[in-house]
T-cell receptor, first 120, second 110 residues
Framework: QLQLQESGPGLVKPSETLSLTCSVSGDSLSINPYFWAWIRQPPGKGLQWIGSIYYSGNTYYSPSLRGRVTISLDTSKNQFSLRLNSVTAADAAIYYCTRHPAWNHHFDYWGQGILATVSS | NFMLTQPHSVSESPGKTVTISCTRSSGNIDGNYVEWYQQRPGSAPTTVIYEDDQRPSGVPDRFSGSIDRSSNSASLTISGLKTEDEADYYC?????????FGGGTKLTVL
């Protein structure tokens, strides 16, 4: 059974970088043709796709965040990561790591989510 | 880029049927699959419909999805409403470079 688990600091200072990691068990990031993605949800608001990385390493980012976001794979640890630069209060949210197949882009597995707060 | 527009909220009584719409702003609704997620407070979203009209195992057949090319929209229909169906529902689709969610619809079963 595929499982995803987010980890990282829950508190980030304004203008600094938010770094989160997703640990994946039950599947290999580097073998199967899936995308691995980050989605966020500000408190009381809707879901926002941040970006996806293909198992080959190709990346796709939300136009609204492009330039501040980097998603990367660490196949040796079977993890993928999110870095979001220059954070502001608007970046405070629950961050979910997910998977979506290349053939239907359906987010079929989700982590439980991790709350990131932006405060000095 | 395109947007998916959903009603902010809907409400209906137990046992009745409700339909939630999801309208795509540009590009053909039938050009890319539409998915529907249910999210209860404090939990991650779960899939109720994928690939326009497919139900994952474990989702009751009271949930159904459809596509209407004439209005460029997708719909989620829940029949025989139960109080446990009260939740937020999100549609989602994609194009060649982006994955997009609708703004979400809060379903109240009263």
């Amino acid at each position: 059974q595929l499982q995803l688990q987010e980890s990282g600091p829950g508190l980030v200072k304004p203008s600094e970088t938010l770094s989160l990691t997703c640990s994946v068990s039950g599947d290999s990031l580097s073998i199967n043709p899936y995308f691995w993605a980050w989605i966020r949800q500000p408190p009381g608001k809707g879901l926002q796709w941040i970006g996806s990385i293909y198992y080959s390493g190709n990346t796709y980012y939300s136009p609204s965040l492009r330039g501040r976001v980097t998603i990367s794979l660490d196949t040796s640890k079977n993890q993928f990561s999110l870095r979001l630069n220059s954070v502001t209060a608007a970046d405070a949210a629950i961050y979910y790591c997910t998977r979506h197949p290349a053939w239907n882009h359906h987010f079929d597995y989700w982590g439980q989510g991790i709350l990131a707060t932006v405060s000095s | 880029n395109f947007m998916l527009t959903q009603p902010h909220s809907v409400s209906e009584s137990p046992g009745k049927t409700v339909t939630i719409s999801c309208t795509r702003s540009s590009g053909n609704i039938d050009g890319n699959y539409v998915e529907w997620y249910q999210q209860r407070p404090g939990s991650a979203p779960t899939t109720v419909i994928y690939e326009d009209d497919q139900r994952p195992s474990g989702v009751p057949d009271r949930f159904s999805g459809s596509i209407d090319r004439s209005s460029n929209s997708a719909s989620l229909t829940i029949s025989g409403l139960k109080t446990e169906d009260e939740a937020d529902y999100y549609c989602q689709s994609y194009d060649s470079t982006s994955r997009v969610f609708g703004g979400g619809t809060k379903l109240t079963v009263l």
